[in-house]
């Protein structure tokens, strides 16, 4: 019932700038929690940030911190992933996610994006 769909990935040096964008769509237009997960090669799916839906709330994990910044349009229906500062390290692919809850120390979502690929060249 809920359908997200990135964009905005690609290939980008280091020390560039990214914004990626996730349009939400669907039969149930529920104030869902919003996020960005990401999965890099060999690494398990993990939370980038979160944003509530007032936006009035964000997490950030420590790799970020400082460097990308979360944000919606509610209206648009729209959620914005802005990257800064990137790193070789950042490279992965990025997941938008929906409906987002942390249990357990973990985030864990109800909706997810195909992917986009984020990749940072030295």
């Known amino acids: 019932q809920v359908q997200l769909v990135e964009s905005g990935g690609g290939l980008v040096q280091a020390g560039g700038s990214l914004r990626l964008s996730c349009a939400r769509s669907g039969r149930t237009f529920s104030s869902y929690d919003m996020g960005w997960f990401r999965q890099a090669p060999g690494k398990e799916r993990d939370v980038v940030a979160i944003i509530s839906w007032s936006a009035d709330s964000t997490y950030y994990a420590d790799s970020v911190k400082g460097r990308f910044t979360i944000s919606r349009d509610n209206a648009k229906n729209t959620v914005y992933l802005e990257m800064n500062s990137l790193k070789l390290e950042d490279t992965a692919v990025y997941y938008c996610?929906?409906?987002?809850?942390?249990?357990?120390?973990?985030?864990?979502?109800?909706?997810w994006g195909q992917g986009t690929q984020v990749t940072v060249s030295s």
């Open positions: 996610a929906a409906n987002t809850r942390l249990v357990a120390r973990t985030w864990r979502a109800g909706y």
